[in-house]
């Protein structure tokens, strides 16, 4: 009703407690949106939680790594590098402490190792220092 009044018959008032002014109505239709919001949220992360996993793009030179044989590296919540297509589509899971983009049919990959940052640049520069090496194929299969 917004505040208006109806005009009753018999000219009887409508009492003060069955208006509703504008900002009340707003009050209410805020707190019915923002149960909707909460009620839709509740179950986008539901549904999302359990189904598919996602992934980041690995970072590279300021932005996502770049598509090398048709894949790029992704990286998991715990920072292990897998592989998608072009797509998106994950094509080796992540499971690397830290890997190398395809070249030749092949990438370079390690279970193990630490990020070292490379002396005078500020932690802009990096590389990654391992004892144990292994190349994979596009499958995520080990190779010698």
Not at 12 to 21: D, E, G, M
Not at 74 to 86: L, M, N, Q, S, T
Request: aromatic share 14%; proline share 3%.
């Amino acid at each position: 009703m917004c505040g208006i009044q109806a005009v009753l018959p018999f000219q009887h008032a409508v009492p003060a407690a069955l208006t509703l002014t504008k900002t009340d109505y707003h009050m209410k239709a805020t707190r019915i949106m923002n149960k909707i919001i909460i009620y839709l949220s509740a179950v986008l992360l539901l549904c999302s939680c359990g189904s598919a996993r996602h992934y980041a793009a690995f970072q590279y030179d300021n932005g996502d790594d770049y598509v090398s044989e048709g894949l790029y590296r992704i990286v998991d919540r715990k920072g292990r590098i897998g592989y998608a297509d072009e797509t998106g589509k994950t094509v080796i899971r992540p499971r690397f402490a830290f890997g190398y983009p395809f070249e030749g049919g092949k990438a370079k990959v390690t279970d193990s190792g630490e990020r070292k940052e490379v002396a005078g640049s500020g932690g802009e520069h990096w590389y990654w220092e391992s004892d144990d090496w292994y190349y994979i194929d596009h499958s995520g299969n080990r190779i010698e």
